[in-house]
């Protein structure tokens, strides 16, 4: 059934299947000494859960295989990636997060897929199948699952990356009770680059397949829900959410692939949009414009914050003051917070410009 279960994976819009068992033993070793060093920062959920993130039967009983599934997402027409981050007028946005909510695309797909291996288990008289399918949504160590399962390897920036695709697609797993033969693991092809290590803006990859998330854009811009520490925000330049810089500077990538999911499609214009415009945004606008989209989630008064953060390290302008300037009353403290030093960094480009007439 293994080969029958990939085969409908790609009808369902999957580029890749792949099936493992759930001995997670070297990944349980290193995921906790990860914790230990307190390098999840706010994210408690990576650790509230104890061994049940590395122990799949623990979370789901009866689980013995899980099916990991690979969907790429890089949308057709993107304006290049560099040209917006030399922009620091332009709001980069990571590339995942263009169109639809992958969270609701990806379950979809992966509810399709059970409700498939169901139906055809039926009509053999198989009883007692059972199954749990994650997107991002449950204590699931997905990287390490899908390197066992053989979708790629963890690359040093701790991402997984296929040999013949890179690394700019979603994973997805069902765990399930049914004894499916299992895969090869991946082997490892990072070799002697440091790509990765050496263009992260933050050097959050303190060593090789080591992120301290602490300092981790995608981490300060999306899952940090309060002040985005004052020696951090130079650093981050323009990008309001998320980054792929690890990604973009990948060799590997040169293999990827445009995703072939409509719903993948940039929405809005969010490849090419000016910070200026974005900090203009009611919430009324923020809920239309990325309604569906998976950054609706942090919120508007974080949007706002991201976004302020990113004026601040604009090249000064009149525009850039007064879109500034416009939301010093608004009423979200931790946003006048980065208002303010966003506001002090061109006073102190102003001075340095005087200084030196």
């Known amino acids: 059934m293994s080969n029958d279960i990939k085969q409908w994976g790609l009808e369902l819009g999957f580029n890749q299947i792949g099936i493992t068992d759930t001995n997670l033993q070297e990944a349980e070793v290193e995921h906790q000494a990860w914790i230990a060093k307190g390098f999840h920062g706010e994210m408690d959920y990576m650790a509230k859960h104890g061994v049940r993130r590395t122990r799949p039967a623990e979370l789901i009983p ?21 040209s917006v981050l030399q922009d620091s007028t332009r709001a980069f946005i990571s590339r995942y997060a263009m169109g639809r909510d992958y969270h609701k695309v990806m379950r979809n797909k992966l509810q399709k897929l059970c409700e498939k291996i169901q139906s055809e288990i039926t009509k053999h008289h198989i009883n007692g199948f ?83 998330a602490r300092r981790c854009i995608s981490y300060l811009t999306i899952e940090l829900k309060t002040s985005i520490p004052v020696e951090l925000r130079p650093l981050i330049g323009n990008r309001v959410y998320g980054c792929d810089d690890c990604q973009l500077f990948c060799p590997w ?11 993948f499609a940039i929405k809005n214009g969010l490849d090419d949009i000016s910070l200026v415009q974005c900090f203009a945004w009611t919430k009324a606008q923020f809920k239309q ?40 009353s608004d009423e979200s403290a931790l946003l006048r917070e980065h208002i303010n030093w966003a506001l002090m960094q061109h006073k102190t480009n102003n001075e340095t410009i005087s200084t030196n007439k």
Not at 68 to 82: C, F, Q
Not at 172 to 180: A, D, F, H, K, V
Not at 197 to 204: G, L, N, R, S
Not at 255 to 263: A, D, L, R
């Open 62 to 82: 009866n689980t013995i295989r899980v099916i990991s599934a690979r969907l790429d997402y890089m949308p057709p027409n993107t304006v290049d990636s560099e």
């Open 130 to 212: 059972s199954y749990r399918a994650f997107t991002d949504s449950a204590p699931v160590l997905e990287v390490a699952l899908a390197e066992k399962a053989g979708l790629g390897w963890r690359g040093k920036h701790t991402l997984l990356i296929n040999k013949n695709r890179g690394s700019w697609f979603f994973l997805g797993e069902i765990y399930t009770n049914l004894p499916l033969p299992t895969d090869k693991t991946a082997t490892n092809h990072c070799g002697t680059c440091n790509n990765c290590i050496d263009v992260c803006p933050t050097k959050a990859i303190t060593a090789p397949y080591e992120v301290d």
């Open 253 to 263: 990538n040169k293999f990827s692939e445009i995703t072939h999911e409509p719903s």
């Open 289 to 328: 414009n990325m309604a569906g989209s998976a950054i609706y989630r942090i919120g508007y008064e974080q949007w706002l914050r991201n976004i302020a953060v990113g004026l601040g390290n604009a090249n000064t302008s009149p525009e850039v003051v007064k879109a500034l300037q416009s939301r010093m």
